[in-house]
Structures are given as C-alpha cells and as structure tokens.
C-alpha cells in the first residue's frame, strides 16, 4: 500500500524559509518524486523533481531559492525554500510513480500515480 505523507507547512514571514518533508511508504522498486503546488482551484504548477535515477530538477519560478533532496535511508523527499515570497503562497503537494519519468514530462501531474494530502504555506 503506498502512501505519501507530507509534512512542515506553516505561515511564515515573507524572506523567511521553511523546510516540507514527504515520506514515501510501500514503495518496493525506484521510484520518481515531484513537489507540486496549489492555490485554490487552479492547476497544480510543478515546482520539483527528484527522479529514480537521483536527478532533480526545479521550475524557473522558484530557482534559486528552492532545493530539493531525499534522503533514500527513510525514504523522504525534502523542499527546502528560501527567500519565501508571497507568491510561494499555496498548498504544497508531494507526488511519486514507480519508475522513470522523462525529463521532458516532469511538469505533468499525469504522470504521477500517487499524491499526497497536502500541506499549506502561507507567506505573509
């Protein structure tokens, strides 16, 4: 049974920094990771990736201030963000699918299998 359980949202200062966590259970093979966020209704904007094969790759909107890491002993995934802006507000998911995903696709929730439930940042 997988199940991705995020962590670490807060409301924070504008400037300041927060770090989320996403521990990952039942997986048995590789698998990919991504941070997505959300405000509201509108679509769910890809800010990271951690692929199988240990790559990562983070949007242009927050490069720079966001890093992303995992550390593969406990099975989680980590965001760091710095330099919070207000813009950064949103509900911050953690999704994962078993295998590779290419890096080309790396945007589309459609190739995530799995999502978490959730956790709110909220830059004031």
């Known amino acids: 049974h997988v199940q991705l359980v995020e962590s670490g949202g807060s409301s924070v200062q504008a400037g300041g920094s927060l770090r989320l966590s996403c521990v990952a259970f039942?997986?048995?093979?590789?698998?990919?990771m991504g941070w997505f966020r959300q405000v509201g209704d509108n679509e769910r904007e890809a800010v990271a990736r951690f692929g199988d094969d240990g790559s990562i790759r983070v949007a242009d909107s927050v490069a720079g201030r966001f890093n992303v890491s995992k550390d593969t002993a406990t099975n989680t995934l980590y965001l760091q963000m710095n330099n919070l802006k207000l813009e950064d507000s949103a509900r911050y998911y953690c999704?994962?699918?078993?295998?590779?995903?290419?890096?080309?696709?790396?945007?589309?929730?459609?190739?995530?299998?799995?999502w978490g439930q959730g956790t709110q940042v909220t830059v004031s």
């Open positions: 039942g997986f048995r093979d590789r698998y990919s």
């Open positions: 999704a994962a699918r078993v295998g590779s995903i290419w890096v080309g696709f790396w945007t589309r929730t459609s190739q995530y299998t799995y």
